[in-house]
């Protein structure tokens, strides 16, 4: 096993070890994906909406270097014809994007040396194979010399756009690669079986094209067939709630409110297992994303964005044009743009069926409430009293 490649099981043996909510029916979906040209997945959901958790399970299936038949036997993809087909049959190559931020000597430097990192553990288990420099041409060779076909999984795809997101020329690099490993149709289908994306923001637009046009993406506000995998579901918290001593209807109050797809319910998994574990209501996710990030969004003040938070905040919906969105955090021209990216980032929930926005629940309200009644917003807190 290593730290890029085949990393094994040892996250999702972890999260099975404790209170696990089944969501390996995911794998089912990626199954019918393998080989096909509907093999490359993007699934974008807001922060401690359990996208690792997603990640680490579709390793912990796919990696030929463990046998993880222990780990799945009492979980619903058992059930699914396509489960024993590939279950430890691939090369799994896991790249979390923060990780390589971190461990970086610049953020500059982050691409370079995520492609040296995994290029040199690539070059230990095919070490006949002639050596190239970047990951794209390495794994182009390797199939080439062996037939050999890989799996990626990446987790936070994103990151880079959220802490470089005024360096251009780094996100530019970025993409080039994504591009490189993701973009030629003829020679993906000889060296990747499939890919899975995840990450807090959709796909980068360039124009009005994605900077990867072949990835079939599932968003906040396009979930759909795979919204029952966003969050918990209603069903799964009610479960939940029958071993506790909080009743269904106050974690409902607090924690329920994206309503993807057909009318499903879905809740943050982080508020629902921190406030089950803890026997108290409390605002849990949004702890990891302090009101810091509201007020900067809040300062923009594009036309009328003042006054539809108040009136959200008061229980109102908001009309929305989200296509204007270009899927980052810096083109910023229009309120819209700024509700569409509070949806991506969880601070609001979106109906597709009226195009309209709201705060979803007491949680993410209070963190409003908190947003405009301090600092400089002496006028929005104003307007709210």
Known sequence: MGN?????????????????????????????????????TCVSRPRRFGKSYAAQMLCAYYDKSCDSSGLFSNLKITRDRSYKEHLNRYNVIYLDITWFISIARNIKDTVT?????????????????????????????????????????????????????????????????????????????KMIEAAYMTGILPIKKYGTQSAMTDFREYT????????????????????LCEDSKLSFSEVCEWYDGYILG?????????????????????????????????????????????????????????????????????????????LTLLVHLGYLAYDAGTKRVFIPNEEVRQEFVRAVSTGGHQEIAKLYR
């Open 113 to 189: 040396e995520l492609q040296a990192k995994v290029v040199e553990e690539l070059r230990g288990i095919y070490p006949n194979v002639a050596q190239e420099a970047t990951l794209p041409e390495t794994l182009a060779k390797i199939n080439e010399e062996t037939g050999n076909r890989f799996i990626i999984i990446i987790d936070e795809w994103d990151a880079l756009f959220r802490e470089a997101r005024n360096d251009h020329a780094l996100q530019e690099q970025y993409i080039q690669l994504l591009r490189g490993l993701f973009k030629s149709s003829g020679q993906i289908d």
């Open 262 to 338: 057909d009318n499903m319910h879905i809740y943050s998994p982080k508020s629902v297992m921190d406030a089950l574990s803890r026997n108290r209501i409390g605002n849990y996710w949004t702890q990891s994303e302090t009101y810091e990030s509201l007020k900067i969004y809040i300062d923009l003040n594009e036309d009328g964005l003042k006054e539809a938070i108040v009136q959200m905040i008061g229980g109102a919906h908001a009309k929305i044009d989200t296509g204007t969105f270009q899927n980052d955090m810096t083109t910023i021209k229009r309120k819209d743009d700024i």
């Open 220 to 239: 906040m506000l396009q979930p759909e067939p795979l919204e029952e995998f966003i969050g918990f579901t209603e069903d799964e918290v009610r479960e």
């Open 4 to 40: 890029y490649v085949n990393i094994g099981n040892a996250g999702f043996a972890a999260a099975v070890r404790e209170t696990y909510v089944d969501k390996t029916e995911l794998i089912s979906f990626i199954n019918s994906t393998l080989g096909t040209k509907r093999k490359l």
